[in-house]
């Protein structure tokens, strides 16, 4: 493997613990474990990733969100919302035990912090923060709670087995971000 990339040996390790994880809990799976089963060293992990957690969180921002951004840059919201959504779901086994993960680098902090970049990197928050013209009603504020609700929302749609559709779940979302949340409410109301 000496003569792989390291992209080539994150995915590789990625893979691995995609591997373990159908047939143990996460938290279970040990370093071992995954550098036997994608052939490489320990010292090659370490030399990668600080931990499984970090392995995880390289996984859940190089497979699942970053190949959205170029989306999120077009403007695309809802095509990258549906893509994101489409990737859990495909990986449907994987990522319910990953959401099994709590406390300290639990899967709801990681998918919260990669849904923070992304508000942070693709929504005009000034613009959200100035309709209220208070002090203390900041950006990161602003980007912290809808970081956390949309996360909140996608975990609980993994926990509960993802029965709703990719695409009525990404329409919630696409609504929420172009309407206040009594907008949608009272919209459902009034169809």
Not at 73 to 79: D, H, Q, Y
Request: charged share 25%; net charge negative; with cysteine.
């Amino acid at each position: 493997m000496n003569s792989q990339s390291q992209r080539e040996i994150d995915a590789a390790l990625a893979e691995s613990l995609k591997e373990l994880a159908a047939t143990k809990p996460i938290e279970k799976i040990t370093i071992k474990e995954i550098t036997d089963k994608a052939g490489v060293i320990r010292p090659t992990f370490y030399n990668h990733f600080q931990d499984k957690y970090e392995l995880l969180e390289w996984i859940v921002k190089n497979e699942v969100f970053a190949p959205a951004e170029p989306l999120m840059s077009a403007g695309m919201l809802k095509e990258a919302v549906t893509f994101i959504l489409t990737t859990l779901e495909n990986g449907k086994a994987f990522y319910k035990k990953a959401v099994q993960l709590e406390g300290q680098n639990s899967f709801n902090e990681i998918i919260d912090r990669c849904v923070y970049d992304a508000i942070e990197n693709h929504l005009d928050i000034n613009k959200i923060t100035a309709l209220a013209d208070y002090p203390w009603f900041t950006s990161q504020l602003v980007a912290e709670f809808l970081s956390h609700a949309i996360s909140w929302g996608i975990i609980e749609w993994i926990k509960k087995g993802m029965t709703v559709p990719v695409t009525e779940l990404a329409d919630v979302y696409v609504k929420l971000f172009n309407r206040s949340i009594i907008e949608v409410v009272a919209g459902n109301k009034n169809k």
